[in-house]
């Protein structure tokens, strides 16, 4: 037998396989496993061209998978817009963006990333963006892109005026004379960039370039981009095809609810059979069901408890849910749901339910993203359906936009129900984790550490955790990122574990995240990363 191309010496190799869990050694041929075992049995399959990587007792993982990630325009984003992840005040945010439209003289001055928890229509409007954009047209986004801000000359430029008419799910806020303060939520936003001027081909490229390289410093190998259209697939599509998609990219197609359902079904059967490349695929449709509490767009079963009240719909009616959704089921697509509310997810189920009942039992690894709210009623029902959780455990924590926001909105009795990942698990519940990025860090050992702790990070203050009974273990936080997640994106079969034959696709840690203190693991730094036996990444 021909020698391995590369062999992995003097590791504790964890490969999340049960034929093999621990190994001091393995073996690469062709870009795939092809041993495993103690040092001493996998040098004999060294040749004299073999490549010897010590790695001096390191851990050795699976590679990570990020199942819920916004690669391509994140990564447009941030690395082209002004960065406002760590602005906290009005003056931060007019000196941060006034220094920003300073460096260049494009037409539109944009920004990423700002804190829907503490910028709101209380505190963000146009005339603050004028301070610092005065001369050109300006809009930011909000972290979870669920809301954004133009300036005055944004709404000029865009013919925002006090007639113009809420799109379908979505509002521009109003001042008390009918004025737009310029303020935008939901599918205002999408209507704002429709008319501003787009970015290239050539810049989105570069944006996931940029995206792919961060990614793998933080140990991923594959990714699953829950939102694209056709530009998306575009991109995706040529670096394919040239080679440069380094990073294993599965993706799910956006589903409007102004689509009938024969109009979705063909617009995805066609991104499908376009997209057969070794590293990027269309799997799954996604859907957007409701908003996000922070602007009460998040659809509850209950009115909200605050003095205001009130409640957001479905941005999908029941009957066109179950319709849809059984129309993609039965066509072998994945269904991928953005559900906040405990009503998005009590009908993301009720679709997934539909469906089954329809099309009969198959391993679609249906995904419901996000899970902020869950009636308790309705945990038992994820198993029986084949319903995966796909949650972002770095939201779990004592920090604003849960005690200040989430709580305040839903009152003490539903907050005992959020994010409520050990009883997903303990109800039987597969569960992907992710970043959500750019919402927040794609920095997979941040989210561990959160998901075991359910508190923040150490430097940023003694903080208790936020419901303790909630937590995960680390051995199931790493599952979510390699097992777990390799099912939610159709890659089981070559992905996920570190068994014979599998793609070597691997990830080599600074420090044993099973053991070191769990107030440590997330400043664990990646050493290497590797796709298909080939290092995409080696920290200096």
């Avoid at 447009?76 to 920003?100: C, I």
């Amino acid at each position: 037998m021909r020698p391995a191309d590369t062999i992995v010496l003097n590791a504790r190799i964890v490969t999340m396989d049960g034929a093999v869990p621990r190994a001091q050694a393995l073996a690469i041929r062709d870009g795939r496993v092809a041993g495993l075992g103690s040092d001493a049995d996998i040098r004999g399959m060294a040749g004299h061209a073999t490549k010897l990587i010590d790695a001096g007792g390191r851990l050795v993982l699976p590679g990570f998978q990020d199942t819920h990630i916004h690669l391509q325009d994140g990564g447009l984003d941030y690395s082209q817009n002004a960065d406002l992840t760590a602005v906290r005040t009005p003056g931060e945010l007019v000196a941060t963006l006034s220094a920003f439209a300073a460096t260049h003289e494009k037409p539109w001055v944009n920004g990423t990333g700002w804190l829907a928890v503490i910028f709101h229509a209380g505190n963000l409007d146009r005339h603050l963006l004028d301070r610092a954009v005065p001369d050109r047209p300006c809009l930011i986004v909000s972290s979870d892109g669920h809301s954004a801000c133009l300036n005055t000359l944004g709404c000029a430029a865009l013919g925002l005026t006090a007639e113009t008419p809420d799109p379908m799910n979505g509002h521009f806020v109003r001042g008390a004379r009918g004025e737009p303060t310029g303020m935008l939520y939901e599918k205002a936003v999408d209507w704002a960039e429709s008319r501003m001027p787009r970015p290239t081909d050539a810049d989105f490229t570069k944006g996931v370039l940029w995206a792919q390289a961060l990614a793998h410093s933080h140990g991923f190998t594959g990714v699953l981009d829950p939102r694209v259209e056709e530009r998306h697939i575009r991109i995706y599509r040529d670096l394919d095809t040239s080679g440069d998609l380094t990073l294993r990219v599965a993706s799910a197609a956006l589903v409007n609810a102004l689509d009938t359902t024969a109009e979705a079904l063909e617009r995805l059967s066609d991104f499908r059979a376009m997209t057969r490349g070794p590293r990027f695929k269309v799997h799954s449709a996604k859907f957007f069901l409701d908003g996000v509490i922070e602007n009460r767009t998040a659809a509850m079963i209950a009115p909200y408890a605050d003095e205001t009240g009130g409640n957001a719909p479905l941005m999908f009616d029941p009957g066109q849910i179950a319709e849809m959704f059984t129309a993609l089921d039965a066509a072998r697509f994945q269904i991928h749901v953005h559900a906040i509310g405990d009503m998005a997810v009590r009908a993301a189920l009720d679709g997934c339910e539909a469906a089954r009942g329809a099309n009969a039992d198959w391993p679609s690894q249906h995904q419901i993203a996000h899970i902020q709210f869950i009636d308790p009623a309705d945990l038992p029902r994820f198993r029986p359906l084949g319903v995966m959780a796909n949650v972002q455990p770095l939201w779990a924590r004592n920090e604003p936009a849960v005690t200040d926001a989430a709580v305040s909105l839903v009152g003490n009795d539903r907050s005992r129900w959020i994010y409520a990942f050990r009883s997903l698990l303990d109800a039987g519940a597969g569960m992907a984790l992710s970043s959500d990025w750019g919402v927040s860090t794609l920095n997979p050992f941040e989210i561990i550490e959160t998901a075991v702790t359910r508190q923040p990070p150490v430097a940023e203050g003694r903080v208790p955790p936020f419901l303790p009974e909630e937590r995960i273990t680390r051995a199931e936080a790493i599952a979510g990122y390699t097992v777990q997640a390799a099912a939610a994106a159709w890659r089981s079969a070559d992905t996920g574990t570190l068994g014979i034959g599998k793609q070597a696709d691997l990830v080599m840690l600074d420090r044993d995240v099973f053991v070191c203190p769990v107030h440590e693991i997330g400043a664990t730094q990646v050493d290497m990363t590797m796709v298909g036996g080939v290092v995409v990444f080696e920290r200096a």
